[in-house]
């Protein structure tokens, strides 16, 4: 006889929601305080594009590939005690940052860079703690509305360089540092695992393997490397794009990036309530046909100022409900006590998914006819494969193993 499940109280689901959310936002600008300036880095430190690139490249990938172990551990100690872990970890290394900055050391930078890169990690702690809180029908929702914590990106963007030259390099990191502290006893103080979260028995590894194993963990990898992927090299690139192709000046570059971001993160929340209503499926093949079409488009350089803007944000609007139905089908797809695992996996490849593309653009930038047209061309032949896989796929990837039962669900 199965015992009965716990009743949840909406108004304590929707506090740790927003909680959760907030130390996902918070914790992006910490992982993402080292991009915003690179200028600055550069001449301080004499820096060549090459060393620019490593440095800001490092947080991201510990981040990506931390989500992985992170994902998993969220599954056995709850997101009460990782999220405060995770938050509290960042502290000393964003204080290093500054000390690094000060004494313009580029081998102390690029260290304290790989340790700031589990400010990252944030991510995977967040989606199997919400998806606890939720039911399986409000699941895309909750996700959805925990991903628009990625907006530290855009935080990142614009508050850091903008805080750098009104208080100081220094007094910056000091403040984002107290910001994470605060944030992380606010969380251990404050939040809590939901009553219904299943505690896994199995040690970390075999669940990260038969994580491993699943069809649908490879399946929405590379969905999500290719929507999440997307926002986040748009996101790293999008500055130099503008200022290659229409001669913007680095401020307002960067403040449109900064609007790209935030249509993202508008967008995801929208995905995963839709997909929660229509299934995942339409909402991702929605996402990823505009996706194809509008790298074209861009590929096309519009010149005027509304076309550019209104194809752009499109771009952001379609990989935001992207990543939000991706996610969505994340929670509806993976076993119960293993979607941290899952999720720490997929959210990886996202991160990873993000890393390439701007190298990509880079490499086959034609500067003589001053076009990125061969890898925006790519961008969508990709968008184009990852289209006909989700409409190969069942909504939610076939078995569902939950509670030691399997469970087929073709919605």
Partial sequence: M??????IDPRRAAYNLGLATLASAVGFWGWMVISPLGARYSQDMDLGAGAVSVLVAMPILVGSLGRIVVGALTDKFGGRVMFTAVLGATVVPEVL????????????????????????TVFAVGI?????WYSASRRGFATGVFGMGMGGTAIAAFLTPRLVSAIGYLPTHFLLAALLAATAVVVWLTLRDSPARQVPTDPVVPKLLRAARLPVTWQLCFLYAVVFGGFVSFCAYLPTYLLDIYGMDPTAAGTRTAGFA????????????????????????????????????????PR???ATGATFLAMAAALGLGAGGVFAWVGSAAPADNVGSVSG???????????????VMGATYDPVSNSYGIGLLLLAITAAIALVVTLLLRDRVGAVVRSGSVQLDDR
């Fill in 2 to 7: 199965s015992s009965p499940q716990p009743v």
């Fill in 97 to 120: 940052v500054a000390v690094a900055g000060g004494v313009r050391s580029f081998t102390m930078l690029l260290i304290v860079a790989f340790f700031l890169g589990i400010a990252g």
């Fill in 128 to 132: 199997p703690f919400v998806s606890a």
């Fill in 262 to 301: 935030l249509a993202a993160v508008i967008a995801r929340p929208l995905g995963g309530t839709l997909a929660d209503r229509t299934g995942s499926k339409p909402v991702v093949a929605v996402s990823l046909l505009a996706v194809t079409v509008l790298a074209l488009v861009v590929m096309m350089q």
């Fill in 304 to 306: 005027t100022e509304v």
């Fill in 345 to 359: 996996i997929v959210s990886a490849a996202g991160g990873l998914g993000g890393y390439f593309p701007p190298m």
